[in-house]
């Protein structure tokens, strides 16, 4: 269905899209160089963000529905692509949440995770989402920012800076990070119409900045620049509503601190090593940072004569993979983060920030992720997305299911309170993915559904196979492995 805008609502994709090389998949600018070597060890300290999370501007043909868990190849003489776990098969081919399987006990009276629709538009691969109310926000490469209103195109709005990585709203204007370093501010209207505002930072703060010598860092190639600008991509950015600040983190290894009100920066901090890949505002004051360095850094916010400053308090991990995503549940007070091996560590705020455990339900990069009550959602690069649930009595993590679909990596999601959900007692979530297949796909899943270890032992125990085995698998697939 094609509407007035040329936005098409489909229930479901089908079908293989030209397959590229495995290389081309491995990076995203067109200026960065191709290479078959997927062993992120083996690409120099200056790739590494890229290399983790962006891909080339082309099509996957792997296969649609794939599970967690890793895979062995056996031929040492097939080629790179078929020895990619993006073209292997899957036990999980048919997901009883995205096609009925032939028995299933869950079925009568059982809450289900599940496909809604999905929003596609030929005009570039999805990099960014934001949900507001009723409205929802997608940023891709055609430097277009397109809002959504019911699955259905309701207005939208175009930058000249290049690739759009991150969109936040704060009340009437949105914020957009994108490629070229540059953090647009938009404003809409009142016929629905988006202008832009400004920028960050100002022009007039820019030209006062650069008139004093003492305002330059030194940038790569040995060229200074205006300390309070990024002069690389504008990776992420979080929001701290309650303080009236924005986050913003870059490839040039920087975050910034800016106020909202007068679009001030208030602090330039050279927080990592390599690029910054996530930032996000969390609770007590503090702030998370991941980078493509392998370390994932707490800043606490702080009084400092007559002002305040940021100041590193602890760092949670360092390791060698890149940290490609950060996600805290403000209900749980749990920071999650995800890795280019697929792996999402966890710290819980109540045990001090030590570590609590892994998530192991990807085979590729994580490429995103998103909370809501107590579930976390990771999107990665073998096109799925696992769903997890804390649970209440020792915060263990089981996955309530794998949702597939996507013919391309997933590179963003946003989630929102299913408002329909109504007094039914079971709270249920709306999930937007975007992915590099040029689609957002809608989903409603929820937080009561019965995870992949029941429905495996259920259907096995009907057909008169003993449970046992698929116990002690599921167990160790989907659990999360306590250190």
Not at 78 to 102: D, K, L, V
Not at 122 to 141: C, K, P, Q, W
Not at 292 to 316: I, N, Y
């Amino acid at each position: 269905m094609t509407n007035d805008r040329g936005g098409t609502v489909v229930l479901e994709q089908s079908g293989s899209l030209r397959r590229p090389k495995f290389g081309a998949l491995l990076h995203s600018d067109p200026g960065m160089p191709s290479t078959n070597n997927h062993n992120d060890e083996s690409y120099s300290s200056s790739h590494r963000h890229s290399i983790a999370y962006d891909y080339q501007h082309r099509h996957s043909s792997g296969s649609a529905a794939m599970s967690p868990g890793n895979f062995e190849t056996s031929s040492a003489a097939a080629s790179p692509y078929a020895m990619s776990p993006w073209n292997q098969s899957s036990p999980y081919a048919q997901s009883p949440w995205i096609t009925s399987s032939p028995f299933n006990p869950f079925d009568e009276g059982t809450h289900r995770n599940g496909l809604i629709g999905s929003l596609v538009r030929e005009e570039g691969h999805i990099y960014s989402l934001a949900v507001s109310g009723d409205l929802l926000y997608t940023g891709s490469d055609s430097k277009n920012i397109r809002v959504w209103k019911n699955l259905k195109e309701f207005s939208g709005f175009k930058s000249n800076s290049g690739l759009v990585k991150a969109i936040i709203i704060c009340g009437d204007r949105t914020f957009t990070g994108h490629q070229d370093g540059k953090i647009r501010i938009w404003k809409v209207s009142h016929a629905n119409n988006f202008k832009r505002n400004g920028s960050l930072p100002t022009f007039k703060d820019f030209l006062k900045s650069s008139v004093n010598p003492k305002n330059y860092v030194e940038a790569r190639r040995h060229r200074s620049v205006v300390r309070i600008k990024h002069f690389d991509a504008v990776s992420c950015m979080s929001l701290n509503e309650e303080l009236g600040l924005l986050y913003s983190g870059s490839w040039d290894k920087t975050m910034k601190v800016w106020r909202i009100a007068n679009s001030k920066c208030l602090e330039s901090i050279t927080a990592h090593d390599d690029a910054v890949n996530a930032v996000v505002a969390g609770f007590d004051s503090l702030v998370f940072t991941g980078s493509a360095d392998g370390t994932v850094k707490v800043w606490r916010r702080e009084l400092q004569g007559k002002g305040t400053k940021h100041f590193l308090v602890q760092v949670l991990l360092k390791q060698e993979n890149a940290v490609t995503a950060l996600a805290v549940n403000q209900s749980g007070n749990v920071v999650y983060c995800g890795s280019s091996d697929g792996m999402v560590n966890y710290w819980e705020r109540e045990k001090h920030l030590s570590h609590g455990g892994v998530l192991r339900g990807h085979k590729l990069a994580v490429l995103c992720l998103a909370t809501g009550g107590n579930l976390v959602f990771s999107g990665s690069a073998d096109k799925n997305i696992c769903v997890w649930r804390r649970e209440e009595e020792g915060g263990a993590h089981v996955c309530l299911s794998v949702l597939t679909g996507h013919t391309g990596p997933v590179k963003c999601l946003a989630v929102e309170e299913d408002q329909d959900s109504g007094d039914t007692g079971d709270q249920q979530w709306i999930v937007y993915s975007g992915s590099l297949d040029r689609s957002v796909k809608v989903w409603r899943v929820s937080q009561h559904a019965p995870d992949l270890r029941q429905m495996r032992i259920a259907e096995h125990a009907s057909n008169g196979k003993p449970a046992g085995a698929v116990r002690g698998s599921q167990n160790r697939r989907q659990h999360s492995h306590q250190s």
